[in-house]
């Protein structure tokens, strides 16, 4: 049974069709690629599945649970994780409390138990610590925990925002153009963590991605798009050498 449904999800601004009745599954376990050319609605779709933009026409389902009939925090505390396409981190806040943010789904703590600094509220904030110093760990990250995010590398940005999408304890995690502005070598290793951290923390991956040997080397299913529609599903394999996808990245004639 499919972990995440996609029914006829359409998504109009005005007279612009961004969405033009998308439909796709995924199963549990999969690392699932989302590609296109620029402006296909990628993103539109991403916006979508975590509430930030409403869909015109459609569904979204995850195991099970209308997301489009949910507030946006509560896509969170159901297992739905991403990152942005820009970074959406805090510079002045270490990297450490950048990742803590991540795991505030996963708090109980309100503003006056917080404020009062309640005994159980520290022993929550001593765990959320250690919850993400251990994820911190698993990315290669402990050494410049303590520091600004502010004036780090770009490539280690991209990780810490990884990292504190994975602090939410998602069971879906998807990823809107992790390897944007990295080397080549940062992109195979990119690669490397997404399969481990798959494994790792049992989860589903979606990813929308543009460099495309990543894509076919690390997805078992592949969902084309162009214009908002959905042109080509299937296998890496035989998505690379379907002729509409051929025709939407090339520019020839369909």
């Not at 950048?98 to 917080?114: D, E, Q, T, W």
Request: proline letters at 4%; hydrophobic letters at 45%; one cysteine or more.
């Amino acid at each position: 049974m499919a972990q995440l449904e996609v029914d006829g999800v359409g998504v109009h601004f005005g007279g612009v069709v961004a969405l033009d009745g998308l439909s796709f599954t995924i199963d549990k376990g999969q690392i699932c690629a989302l590609i296109g050319p620029n402006g296909a609605g990628k993103t539109t779709l991403f916006n979508v599945i975590s509430r930030i933009y409403d869909a015109t026409t459609g569904s979204v389902t995850f195991e099970g649970h209308d997301l489009l009939a949910m507030a946006p925090h509560r896509i969170v505390e159901l297992g739905v994780g991403r990152t942005f396409q820009n970074l959406a981190l805090v510079p002045g806040l270490s990297v450490l409390d950048n990742v803590k943010i991540g795991a505030h789904a996963k708090s109980k703590g309100g503003f006056i138990a917080s404020t009062l600094r309640l005994p159980w509220v520290i022993s929550e904030e001593k765990r959320l610590t250690e919850l993400a110093m251990d994820i911190l760990d698993r990315m290669s990250l402990a050494a410049v925990a303590n520091h600004p995010c502010a004036g780090l590398p770009f490539g280690t940005l991209k990780r810490i925002e990884f990292a504190r999408a994975l602090a939410a304890a998602p069971k879906l995690l998807m990823l809107d153009e992790p390897a944007s502005g990295l080397t080549h070598s940062e992109v195979d290793e990119l690669g490397s963590i997404i399969q481990a951290i798959r494994d790792e923390f049992d989860l589903t991956v979606l990813l929308v991605e543009h460099h495309m040997a990543m894509v076919m080397s690390i997805s078992e299913k592949v969902v084309v798009m162009d214009l908002g529609r959905k042109i080509a599903e299937g296998v890496p394999e035989d998505v690379r050498n379907d002729p509409l996808v051929i025709a939407a990245y090339l520019g020839a004639s369909k």
